[in-house]
């Protein structure tokens, strides 16, 4: 052992086991970012391949600070980044659940296409209504295609770097904090 402070350690530090980096509460997974979950499918819970890992950085910010939107876009940004804690974490997802959603996201890019080129139409045929119509529905179909691209799990709650996480099968919560 060197007396040098600037030295580097020897061994790198154990990491946290999963069972002391992870507990469940209300049906929500609590976790420190970086966490790597067990090759279980989060929404079935069905044994997964290793290929199957995902590796996802998901967001989260307070709910209050959608009331910025009321002062505008640009506060409603700052206010965003400002706020914005992030979670890296790495979780299985059975081919199943990976197929579902990139069909109803190819199902919604599609609506989307389909009622742009609405738009596109209504408004060389002059039809004020029909446009307006078509407006509202692109809209619908991009916020629907926002939530379809998502994933399974979305962060509910943070509190001094642990993220709680929702969106899991029951089964998987309970084989966690059993250990199985």
Not at 70 to 75: A, N, R
Not at 106 to 124: E, P, Q, R
Not at 150 to 155: A, E, V, Y
């Amino acid at each position: 052992m060197s007396n040098n402070p600037f030295q580097a350690p020897l061994e790198a530090p154990a990491a946290p086991s999963l069972a002391d980096a992870i507990r469940v509460v209300d049906n929500a997974l609590v976790v420190p970012s970086g966490v790597r979950l067990p090759p279980r499918c989060v929404a079935t819970n069905a044994p997964t391949q290793a290929d199957d890992a995902v590796r996802k950085k998901i967001a989260w910010v307070p709910s209050m600070i959608y009331l910025l939107l009321l002062l505008g876009p640009f506060p409603f940004l700052i206010g965003y980044f400002v706020t914005r804690k992030e979670c890296l974490i790495e979780y299985s997802e059975s081919r199943e659940v990976r197929s579902r959603r990139r069909n109803m996201v190819l199902v919604n890019a599609l609506a989307s296409l389909a009622f742009f080129l609405g738009i596109c139409g209504m408004t060389v045929l002059e039809m004020p209504f029909g446009v307006w119509t078509m407006v509202m529905l692109f809209l619908l179909s991009l916020i629907a295609f926002a939530f379809t691209t998502n994933g399974t799990i979305k962060i509910a709650h943070h509190d001094n770097g642990m993220f709680w996480i929702k969106g899991f099968h029951p089964d998987y919560l309970y084989d966690l904090t059993t250990g199985a």
